[in-house]
């Protein structure tokens, strides 16, 4: 079961590499990649219409590397009812450099994916609203900065750790996708707040 609305926030080195997973484990969610980044309160603002209002209120929103500061997270708390989870997928060291050089990207949706790891990689490439997406080979590496990253977002994790809003979630590389799946769907069942 799950509230009216969820609103969860994705964290996690490539954040972007788990929209394939997040898509099997909770199909009916919309995913959101707030453009604004530069203008904090254009970024508020639009991200917070777009998980308050809308078709998919029932079914629930994901919302990726967003809130990027605790300030940020404070009025983004207050404008929408808080949010109910914080999933921060941790992918093993070793696993990093397996995935380097490998990468995917659609040229119209922005989705990354990884050709060696078969939880991001598409099988049916299904992410442009359910059109084909236009994979080609890129130079992006969405885990280049994980040092840089995990120092800019460890204020924002403790500040919801210090909610009980955030779900760990362990990457498996070798996993097939649909295990990966169902054990997402079960971590954040058990851990949504109400």
């Known amino acids: 079961r799950m509230p009216y609305n969820p609103k969860v926030v994705v964290y996690g080195p490539g954040a972007r590499l788990y929209q394939n997973i997040l898509q099997r484990a909770l199909p009916g969610f919309t995913h959101h990649f707030p453009t604004a980044q530069n203008d904090e309160e254009l970024a508020i603002r639009e991200t917070s219409a777009a998980v ?5 209120l029932l079914d629930g929103h994901f919302v ?11 009025k983004f708390d207050r404008i929408t009812e808080g ?4 999933i921060y997928f941790e992918l093993d060291r070793s696993a990093e450099s397996e995935l380097t050089g490998k990468y ?8 990354i994916f990884n050709a060696g790891w078969v939880v991001s990689t598409p099988k049916l490439r299904e992410n442009c609203n359910r059109k084909l997406c236009n994979i080609q080979a890129t130079q992006d590496d969405p885990l280049a900065q994980t040092s840089d990253y995990q120092s800019l977002t460890t204020p924002l994790i403790n500040f919801y750790e210090e909610r009980g809003l955030v779900t760990r979630f362990a990457v498996k590389p070798e996993e ?4 990966a799946a ?7 069942e058990a851990a949504i707040k109400w």
């Open 176 to 179: 097939e996708i649909e295990d």
């Open 64 to 74: 990726y590397d967003f809130p990027k500061s605790v300030g940020q997270a404070e």
């Open 52 to 56: 308050t209002t809308g078709p998919n």
């Open 83 to 86: 949010v109910n989870l914080v």
């Open 182 to 188: 169902d054990r997402l769907r079960k971590q954040v």
């Open 104 to 111: 995917l990207k659609c040229q119209a949706c922005g989705a």
